[in-house]
């Protein structure tokens, strides 16, 4: 993956970066926001976020914590960023059922890929440089007594069964294991580990984990009374009716590249809805308060251009995927609908943005048009298809048919050998494929 360092920077004094991330809407809740703002004025703090490998990838919800931590970075302050060796071996409990656990080694190699992600959005130089860190370093040698006479002794039952997702699986068939339950004091000890090892004083994290941080300031509030140490929250990103935002049509939008395509993931972003489209470019993008009231005006008055989603689109895959990549899947998505050169585009790219279209397979020789139409769902019957041609809404690789109901498609019009772009009207588009010798 590749992280572009090109993109506006915005970096506050240290001072205001607590204004720097409210504006932006990414303050939901700290532990005391007075003492907090005044620490964060007073010099460079050591702060961390803990990303745990339940998968080979991350996805975009964790660019929230990411993004977060470059901010602060780049307000004077130093980051440890986490990836849970150890507690990705437990995994943070769920409200539905108990998670499967994956191997030592499955797991070890998810740490190697998520660390692989998040290095390049952190500055590992200069006096405030960043440290990857790995809680498996602390844990594995740790025995089970010094586990419970060192760590748990600090924790109430009582307490962590009031934690929501605790109560839900206790009334559940599910139920709990005693694995998942013991989850918030092992990610409550990272946050003393790294308070001891880098005096650490700021964890920072998503609202919904908000339980498991200040499970973690308490016992450093019991274990070390003499440290000052803060929590501070970033809101749930949503949707306009209040859903979880990150997923589209196919699951969640990965930062893996073989996950989720540049092309794909530039898609989701030029797809956001508009009222939510500038509370996006806040939280996501590195741009200036100017330029997002520009943008905030052209989607009030000219939606239609779509100008902030387009901004948000290339910010963000060129954030994620370079500038390189951003500059492809734009002139791709451009190609598609006729507005670029589709045999201009590289193997690569062509394929990617037509995979997110539907699909039809037929074998290579020459078919009518009308067939093809309806093989690829663009027209519902032959009588549908011929209309469409006889109408003059028909077009093969961004070319007008002119051939009537006798049109053909053959290997000639193949792009790269593989893929012909079928479309019917402005917007229904489809991608036929011809295989075989």
């Known amino acids: 993956m590749t992280v572009s360092t090109d993109e506006p920077v915005t970096s506050a004094p240290a001072a205001n970066v607590l204004d720097e991330l409210k504006w932006r809407n990414l303050l939901s809740i700290s532990t005391d926001e007075a003492e907090l703002r005044k620490t964060l004025g007073s010099g460079s703090v050591t702060y961390y976020a803990g990303f745990d490998p339940t998968g080979p990838s991350l996805h975009i919800g964790h660019l929230v914590q990411i993004l977060t931590m470059r901010r602060l970075q780049q307000a004077g302050h130093r980051p440890l960023a986490l990836v849970g060796g150890a507690t990705g071996l437990i995994g943070d409990p769920r409200p539905s059922a108990e998670r499967v656990l994956n191997s030592p080694e499955v797991v070890a190699g998810w740490v190697e890929r998520l660390r692989g992600q998040i290095e390049p959005f952190l500055d590992f ?17 740790l025995s089970a007594i010094e586990f419970l006479r060192d760590v748990g ?11 929501d997702v605790v109560s839900t699986r206790l009334n559940s068939e599910a139920g709990i294991s005693y694995t998942e339950f013991s989850y918030q004091i092992l990610q409550s000890m990272d946050f003393l580990e790294l308070n001891k090892r880098y005096d650490c004083t700021l964890q920072i994290g998503g609202s919904d984990q908000w339980g498991n941080l200040t499970a973690g300031t308490d016992l450093i509030h019991k274990a070390r009374p003499e440290a000052a140490v803060h929590a501070l929250a970033t809101p749930l990103i949503t949707k306009a009716d209040g859903s979880k935002f990150g997923k589209s049509e196919g699951g969640a939008v990965w930062l893996d590249p073989e996950m989720t395509s540049p092309y794909a993931f530039f898609q989701f972003w030029l797809n956001c809805e508009d009222a939510k489209i500038i509370d996006y470019l806040r939280v996501f993008t590195f741009r200036t308060a100017g330029q997002i009231a520009e943008l905030e005006e052209s989607a009030t008055s000219r939606p239609q251009a779509r100008e902030a989603q387009r901004a948000l689109a290339r910010d963000m895959t060129s954030l994620v995927h370079g500038e390189l990549a951003a500059s492809r899947v734009e002139e791709a998505s451009k190609a598609l609908f006729g507005g670029g050169d589709l045999t201009g585009l590289d193997a690569g790219t062509l394929g990617d943005a037509l995979g997110e279209l539907p699909k039809a397979q037929l074998r290579r020789g020459e078919h009518l048009l009308v067939d093809v139409l309806v093989a690829a769902g663009l027209a519902k019957s032959k009588s549908d298809a011929r209309r469409t041609l006889s109408d003059g809404g028909a077009y093969v690789n961004n070319v007008k048919v002119t051939g009537g109901e006798v049109a053909t498609v053959s290997t000639a019009d193949l792009l790269h050998d593989r893929w012909i772009l079928v479309r019917r009207g402005r917007r229904q588009l489809a991608a036929l494929e011809l295989v075989g010798e």
């Open 125 to 141: 130089t200069g006096p405030n440089a960043a440290t990857m860190v790995n809680n498996l370093d602390w844990t594995s040698g």
């Open 153 to 163: 002794k600090h924790f109430r039952v009582g307490k962590m069964l009031a934690k």
